[in-house]
């Protein structure tokens, strides 16, 4: 019954590319150092100042959001510096890791996973560093592996209280979808990529920083070269440029997503996505799903669901199979033990109703109480407050 040309992705990355962002990249080539693509640059730079919450252009780097967390270690934390990592899922481990192989003295703060940090406990772990001088403190803004969104705001109010340290987020899977205000959140380096909440294929990485962060990378002393922050803005300070080949279409669809952000508003933007998380929840409550988040720590991008007689994975495949609806599974402690549904970027509430009509199809496939309409109804009645 399937039509093999309709597919639906809902995985926290890649996410869909709106028509209008694929024609933009369609657009003829121009030289990467023409003034055409220093217009455009500029363009891009400048226009997603608001959805980093920055005062400064706003950096691309053409590489994956992995890169964008490597940047931010080598650009601000030396070899046997000491640095503090917020660990509550696979993306914070990695940052961990990252950093540990650059020789950085790193202290975990290791979360439980499915739960954020709370200011309370970075306080604690903070202190218990008394005396050790940290240089930078990273956290994970939103951990995608488990979709828990960290209260950014409050732990960079830690840091700053206690520590002289830097404050460097992970935002690769939240950028785009909240609000972000560097100054007041306290974040020193702020790094997301193309493919999640910014409706662009993977293959960018976008850099924002403040004042001290500034200051921090023009005088960091560890090795690099492709991922040297200093040279990227240098040449866009120079020549309105990037100082290694450009992914010239991807930018040119990164200025038409800026077009779309602001016809809709950026407010409306993040209303949207609170929209989409809630209405997912309500949802998968209705059918009896167990959540593997807590309501104060759901992220707005993606929900975790951790079924408990059924499969994970067994659920993950039938949506494939039967409507060709993609989701994601669970990475590393989590593998084989949940499943995730993206709803970041270009994704309307309608687009929630479909996967949730299709999941609960699917539970009745595997032999589950019909509980049919019960998920689109929660998510429906969600939806009409906001109407």
């Not at 309370?120 to 994970?140: M, N, Q």
């Not at 950026?266 to 167990?290: F, S």
């Amino acid at each position: 019954m399937l039509f093999l040309d309709q597919t639906y992705l809902f995985t926290p990355g890649p996410t869909p590319i709106p028509n209008r962002v694929n024609a933009a990249m369609a657009r003829p080539m121009i030289g990467h150092r023409s003034p055409d693509f220093s217009a455009l640059l500029e363009d891009v730079a400048t226009r997603l100042k608001p959805v980093f919450g920055t005062k400064h252009p706003v950096y691309t780097l053409t590489s994956s959001g992995t890169s964008a967390l490597e940047a931010a270690v080598v650009n601000t934390v030396a070899e046997g510096e000491h640095a503090v990592v917020v660990v509550a899922g696979s993306f914070g481990d990695r940052l961990a890791t990252i950093a540990e192989n650059y020789g950085v003295a790193v202290h975990r703060l290791n979360i439980e996973w499915g739960k954020s940090c709370s200011p309370e406990e970075l306080e604690d772990f903070l202190k218990g560093l008394s005396g050790t001088p940290i240089k930078a403190v990273f956290a994970t803004f939103n951990e995608t592996s488990t979709g828990v969104l960290n209260p950014v705001r409050a732990l960079g109010e830690v840091v700053k209280r206690l520590t002289d340290a830097l404050f460097i987020v992970d935002g690769v899977s939240c950028v785009g979808a909240v609000p972000v205000d560097l100054e007041k959140d306290h974040i020193d380096l702020l790094v997301t990529s193309s493919q999640k909440a910014l409706m662009l294929p993977p293959g960018l990485a976008f850099v924002a920083f403040s004042d001290e962060g500034l200051r921090a990378i023009e005088g960091c002393k560890g090795k690099r070269f492709y991922l040297d922050l200093n040279r990227y803005i240098k040449s866009y300070e120079t020549q309105k440029s990037t100082p290694f080949t450009p992914a010239v279409s991807l930018i040119a669809g990164a200025q038409e997503v800026c077009t779309m952000i602001e016809e809709e508003g950026w407010d409306n933007v993040i209303k949207r996505h609170t929209l989409l998380r809630d209405m997912t929840r309500a949802g998968v409550q209705a059918l009896g799903l167990p959540l593997l988040t807590a309501d104060a720590d759901a992220s707005p991008t993606v929900t975790s669901v951790k079924p408990d007689t059924l499969p994970a994975p067994d659920i993950q495949k039938a949506l494939k199979s039967d409507f060709s609806i993609t989701i994601a599974g669970g990475q590393k402690k989590l593998k084989g033990k949940i499943f995730r549904i993206g709803h970041m970027g270009y994704c309307t509430p309608f687009d929630v109703l479909k996967v949730l009509s299709a999941l609960e199809l699917t539970l009745v496939t595997f032999g589950q109480e019909p509980k049919l309409g019960a998920a689109v109804k929660k998510a429906e009645e969600v939806w009409i407050k906001h109407v």
